[in-house]
């Protein structure tokens, strides 16, 4: 289905959420007709962020607006659609737009499985009725299931579409790019020369695919890297819980702007234990790349004041390979919690490749290697 047929059965005028392949026929057109105007579409930092604006929106206009998001979203919105917008409370309308990762009989990567099993379960479990679309579903029968939904939206409840792949189709293109010049492919290989032998934790997406081939490439094993395939936002917490009970052993966490402000909450943590074993990278290209390159705030946010107001005692920024080098070699010579933040451009090669390894095969050698190098 055309993606402009969708919306017009839809008949919402504000839009917000997270952004999803699965839904970049969505994003796209969101970004062509609003860009991130915060009157029509906000792209949000977490899916239970996007749910409080959507509420807001609601409580100022009496008008029902649309959240968006990947299935593996719907664990971030439970709580706010649970406690703030079903009947029972406030009873505030909304629609969703999930994109359905994983779903069974259709191959997908490992953290999107059983997120795919329980989609429209939890759906059903949170009294949220839905629809699911196809490729062949028309536009018809989205305005026929409107007709259902409108009444149910009256009442205060929400409603939902589930996207299966390909179902959304966008005849135009969106060019997302920056004038940061660095890739994040180089950047992890830099981090990967300076670190040695120390721990890696790196977030999902393309960072942790990145970081696989680049060790494949030294000719190097896997044990020293813990490569978060999904939970996005939680590298950083990860590597913290590491770095405390093991505070012999260096720990590198390399974090990507919108993973770290989907729980930004976790560098006020991190600077309050302040682990002086600890680097945290956080590759910053202002996107969400790994899924289409859609923008996020962090493009404008000064992280430097951020992560030094959490309490992380040396934290700088950097632009340029040269300055990279500087500050990871500085981060490695000292005793103190570190933050980087490295301006990146946007992209990544067509030919990127994904772990050979399975997501317990690499839990197991991690463990191993930091259990042998407790024992040196």
């Known amino acids: 289905m055309k993606i402009e047929d969708f919306l017009s059965a839809l008949g919402a005028d504000f839009f917000t959420g997270v952004p999803d392949s699965q839904l970049r ?4 057109c969101l970004i062509d007709r609003y860009g991130v ?30 959240v968006y998001m990947q299935n593996s979203g719907e664990g971030n919105a439970i709580n706010p659609i649970a406690s703030l917008l079903n009947e029972k409370v406030y009873g505030i309308p909304c629609i969703f737009i999930v994109g359905w990762r994983g779903e069974p009989g259709v191959h997908d990567e490992p953290q999107h499985v059983f997120q795919g099993e329980i989609t429209c379960k939890l759906l059903n479990t949170m009294d949220v009725r839905h629809m699911i679309l196809s490729a062949d579903t028309t536009r018809e029968e989205v305005e026929k299931k409107m007709a259902e939904f409108n009444p149910l939206l009256a009442r205060g409840k929400q409603v939902a579409f589930v996207v299966r792949r390909g179902a959304l189709q966008y005849g135009g293109k969106v060019e997302y790019k920056n004038g940061c010049v660095m890739t994040r492919e180089e950047i992890i290989r830099r981090v990967v020369a300076v ?70 909450g976790s560098l006020a943590v991190v600077g309050a234990y302040r682990p002086r074993n600890l680097v945290h990278i956080v590759v910053n290209n202002g996107a969400h790349e790994t899924v289409g390159g859609q923008p996020t705030v962090m493009g404008s946010a000064d992280l430097v004041k951020v992560a030094k107001g959490c309490g992380y005692e040396n934290a700088v ?18 005793n103190e919690l570190s933050f980087i933040e490295v301006k990146c451009a946007i992209g990544a090669r067509d030919d990127l490749g994904r772990p050979t390894t399975t997501a317990q095969d690499n839990k197991r050698a991690f463990m191993e290697t930091l259990k042998c190098a407790d024992a040196k």
């Open 37 to 66: 105007n915060g009157v029509n579409h906000i792209i949000a930092a977490n899916e239970g962020n996007a749910v409080g604006l959507a509420a807001g929106y609601h409580l100022a206009t009496g008008k029902t607006p649309v």
């Open 25 to 28: 026929a969505l994003c796209d």
């Open 195 to 264: 670190s040695g032998d120390d721990f890696i934790v790196s977030t999902t997406g393309k960072a942790s695919r990145e970081l696989f081939e680049i060790r494949e490439a030294r000719g190097e094993g896997h044990g020293h890297d813990f490569l978060t395939v999904g939970s996005m936002g939680h590298a950083s917490s990860i590597a913290l819980s590491v770095a405390l009970q093991r505070p012999d052993a260096k720990i590198w966490v390399i974090d990507g702007d919108g993973a770290a402000l989907m729980h930004m």
């Open 317 to 334: 920024s950097v632009a340029c390979c040269e300055d990279l080098d500087d500050a990871l070699k500085r981060a490695k010579a000292k």
